[in-house]
């Protein structure tokens, strides 16, 4: 439900959600920042290379949502017991995110370590662009796993309103990822120049750099989330049952949304214009991530303040009425958003970006394509994603979230996309259009459901 009210709430609910929203925005700032950075990097190696990283990541991109799933789940529950200053139990949360998150990235990054022809056989039938995508995913497997175990802890301290732990640490992994790329790709200060493999090593050693980081400040410095070893290690059964009810569903979400959005690529890299279709939305990809940082931060602290203000027992009405303000402010944000996009494309990005890229004059068109498309939408991507990922799965609705989000995609935007790019063989404008209509779908359902109460509930209870 969108209204204008947010522009009537006090100096306290901006003051809060600035605290919050700014380092979530400066950390994915840096965090995309840098990752342009490198993409410009492999791009200098040329677009084949800079194509087949991309899609050496897509097995990671599932595997790290899968993650994000635990830790959304996981979310869900500490931000309710943060609004009781329940420590013990988000100890018990915390415990049980590490253990499941552990397991699973280990997985995904074994698999590509020892079969990575295999998978990456999967995912493109361009020879060129699997090799390059076999030397680099072997290379970078374990990082995943050891940024995963990192991401866990910085994502229990953003759910208790602690963002800036994760700026500071992911902002010095990047700076340092970026200075060992230019060392190893280039061949700098003696070492080899390395190429798609040095990018690789850069991202591994930074992850590195990241855990030894996180380990030394929960082991000497954390007065905030303090780990409280006995409910940390040994979470109960009961805290088990809770954790399974309430992250299982975030955790199918982020996996089929990740499997289903990943088949997009898989779908680019079998058009007859393979390399142009995934450089192009590769860097698309970047811009995209930079100017939306905004509109995911929003969501981000409305799933933590939603979910704070249902743990200490506010009323429904009044939870309705916080959401109704989060959902117009992030709308509003969304929309400029997507005037700035328009404008920075057109005079910034086209001009002075894509020549850095190496980019064939086809590569270009479609980068520039989808970002102008992307742009119109921007207002609708803010209101579901603040609404679903956000007020919803603050409240504690995570079945019908995943509905709302996985639904469309499937039954929509997956079909559609491989019918019209390898059937009908239509232009990829086209096929990246019909795309984004799966916001309409999205925002037309989420309305009904905001506007229904239903998805208000306390999921705490309370422990021996």
Known sequence: MFSFSFLKRNRNFYKTLGALALPLMLQNLI????????TVMVGMLGQNELAGVSLANTPFFIGMLFVFGLMSGGAVLISQYWGKRDLVTINRIMGLSFYFGGAISFLFASAVFLFPEQIMGLITNNPDLHNIAVRYGKNVAYANFVNAIVMVYIGAHRSTENPKLGLYVVGSSMIINTILNWILIFGKFGFPALGVEGAAISTLISRIIELIIVVVYALFFDKHLKIIPKAFFKPGTDMLKDFIKYATPVVMNETFWALGISMLP?????????????????VSGNVERIVTIAIFAMANVASILVG???????????????????????TVIGALNGVILIILTRTV??????PLFNLSAEAQRIANYMLHALSIVLFLRAYNSTNIVGILRGG?????CMLLDVLPLYIYTVPVAAITALVLKWDIQWVYSLILVEEFIKIAAGFKRIRSKKWINNVTREFA
Request: net charge negative; charged share 20%; aromatic share 6%.
């Open 396 to 400: 504690g609705d995570v079945k019908v």
């Open 308 to 330: 704070k203000e249902i743990g200490r027992g506010a009323s429904e009405e009044e939870v309705q009425s916080f959401a109704n303000d989060l959902l117009g402010l992030s």
């Open 349 to 354: 990005i086209m001009p002075y970006v894509f």
């Open 266 to 282: 898989i779908i680019y890299g079998h058009m007859p214009n393979s390399a142009d279709v995934v450089a192009g939305h590769s």
């Open 31 to 38: 965090n995309s920042s840098l990752q342009l950075v490198d």
